[in-house]
């Protein structure tokens, strides 16, 4: 999988800004928002997308809003093979779900299928056409001691070990929904690592930062984002001391480098729970957290995740 992990704590920048940015753009887009992208599948089921930009970006969230009959579930989106799941949201009668674009999608036009099950059989209800553009996530060029950089043969063989377990996590699917409402900052504290930066390390291409650093003191307590199973609690060689919670429906949290981790696998956690402690285990220059979203295997931006309870009449308001 290659994930992320060279984390690092330096030129932070006020996280504050960052999500003013982000609500900024949402408001100027909002009208784009609004623009209808659907089309009628059938007499019996009028559907129409009522929310989704008909651009959207490597690496981002969104949420679809889709009007039609309530009697009509389950329902879901399908984009490039994988399924994301539309809940019915009462009592507007709305099917509301989040899609996540993963970072690596070629920039492309695609078509994205809305459709339900019926009888062990998808049956589609609206088509609809998506671009996806280009986002420029920068390059990081970073200098690390060799021994962390350099792995010997017993290492390599222990980081594939940790990734191909990664990765299986990450392809699994419950089809509870588990999360309520909005994500939440794991952390307080500054953003010192953007997600997406394509990294050099000691001269060498290495993978992309798959999550964002948050810079805290030692010690500062880290939440769970929302609801879910807490599925992993383990050391990890790059991610140090980790914590994942799958929150359903293909929808995967993760904290990485800390200085002590305080769940239990297997035990559910409320949004809030205390989930461990900010530190620098694994590979890292300072004490921070770094924070990593996973939808249906998609890599996002957690920024652009919390972006999303600015929406107006939104299901994951509440
Ligand atoms: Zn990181």
Same mark, same amino acid.
């Given at each position: ?255 990485? +480098? *800390? ?6 696998? %297997?035990?559910? !956690?409320?949004?809030? &729970? #205390? /989930? ?11 004490? +921070? *957290? ?6 249906? %295997?998609?890599? !996002?931006?957690?920024? &652009? #995740? /919390? ?12």
């Amino acid at each position: 999988m290659g994930d992320p992990i060279v984390c690092f704590s330096k030129n932070g920048v006020n996280f504050m800004k960052i999500l003013f940015r982000h609500f900024l753009k949402l408001f100027i887009f909002m009208p784009c928002l609004m623009m209808l992208a659907g089309t009628l599948a059938s007499d019996e089921n009028h559907f129409r997308v009522e929310s989704l930009p008909g651009v959207v970006k490597q690496g981002e969230v969104y949420l679809i809003r889709v009007l039609g009959p309530a009697s009509v579930k389950p329902i879901y989106a399908e984009f490039r093979g994988a399924r994301f799941p539309l809940d019915l949201s009462e009592p507007k009668g709305a099917h509301e779900g989040l899609i996540g674009i993963d970072m690596d999608t070629p920039p492309s036009t695609y078509e994205m299928k809305i459709a339900k099950k019926d009888q062990g059989r998808d049956v589609p209800l609206v088509q609809l056409s998506l671009k996806v553009e280009k986002t420029d996530f920068g390059k990081q060029i970073l200098t690390l001691p060799s021994a962390m950089v350099d792995l010997d043969r017993k290492t390599l063989e222990r980081v594939h070990q940790e990734e191909k377990r990664l990765n299986g996590l990450f392809h699994g699917f419950r089809e509870e929904r588990l999360w309520r409402g909005a994500f939440i900052l794991p952390v307080e504290g500054e953003l010192s690592g953007a997600f997406g930066f394509r990294r050099i390390i000691n001269g060498q291409p290495r993978s992309p930062h798959t999550g964002i650093d948050l810079r805290a003191k030692e010690g500062t307590p880290v939440v769970a984002s929302n609801s879910g199973i807490v599925v992993l609690v383990e050391a990890f060689f790059f991610s140090g001391k980790s914590v994942i919670i799958d929150h359903g429906q293909g929808f995967y949290s993760m904290y990485f +480098h *800390l200085s002590e981790t305080l769940a239990e696998e %297997g035990k559910k !956690v409320e949004k809030g &729970s #205390l /989930l461990g402690r900010v530190g620098s285990t694994g590979r890292a220059t300072g004490p +921070h *957290l770094h924070w990593g979203i996973r939808m249906n %295997g998609a890599r !996002v931006d957690p920024l &652009s #995740l /919390l972006k999303i309870r600015t929406h107006p009449e939104n299901l994951f308001q509440q």
